[in-house]
């Protein structure tokens, strides 16, 4: 009596892949997430920032420093 699993003619299985080749492709998923994410909100950034008065005193998390 012949095998069920026996290879024959037909359609063959494909190889599943294997659980490093699988971690790859979750990394390489989540570093294109995250670089699409921070183009995104660069693009929106500079989209939605409104043109700086060159007259209007300069905000940010350093303007309290002296400068010269």
């Not at 921070?38 to 309290?64: K, N, V, W």
Request: hydrophobic share 35%; proline share 9%; aromatic share 6%.
């Amino acid at each position: 009596m012949r095998n069920s699993f026996a290879a024959r003619e037909g359609a063959r299985l494909l190889k599943t892949p294997s659980p490093r080749r699988r971690a790859g492709r979750r990394r390489l998923a989540a570093v294109c997430g995250v670089l699409a994410l921070a183009l995104a909100s660069g693009l929106i950034g500079s989209l939605t920032a409104g043109g700086q008065d060159p007259r209007s005193p300069e905000t940010g998390p350093f303007s309290y420093f002296p400068h010269q």
